[in-house]
Nanobody
């Protein structure tokens, strides 16, 4: 089993920045990719960004987020980070770390970390 633990959420004013971290533990040898999702109040879960563990290739849910958010990873530590800049109130959500135990299948999830952006 793989366990994912997020950290770094909190309250920030609009225009500010936050950096989320996620560390994987347990049987991490078969992780293909790690990434971030978010769920805003009253909305469905949204894919934010992902990174391949084999070649560090990154991909984003939409180009608008890519301009403000940046995902990075440390394969040796089995960790992934999400740098969020120019935060907006609409970025308020619970952010979840996720891992792929097989290609294209997000099978492991963290408990989530709350990000609140005040206007």
């Amino acid at each position: 089993q793989v366990q994912l633990v997020e950290s770094g959420g909190g309250l920030v004013q609009a225009g500010g920045s936050l950096r989320l971290s996620c560390a994987a533990s347990g049987r991490t040898g078969n992780i293909y990719a790690m990434g971030w999702f978010r769920r805003a109040p009253g909305k469905e879960r949204e894919f934010v960004a992902g990174i391949s563990m084999s070649d560090s290739r990154t991909y984003y849910g939409n180009s608008a987020l890519q301009g403000r958010f940046a995902i990075s990873g440390d394969n040796a530590k089995r960790a992934v980070y999400l740098q969020m800049n120019s935060l907006k109130p609409e970025d308020t959500a619970v952010y979840y770390c996720a891992a792929q135990g097989s290609p294209s299948t997000w099978s492991r999830w963290g408990q989530g970390t709350q990000v609140t952006v005040s206007s």
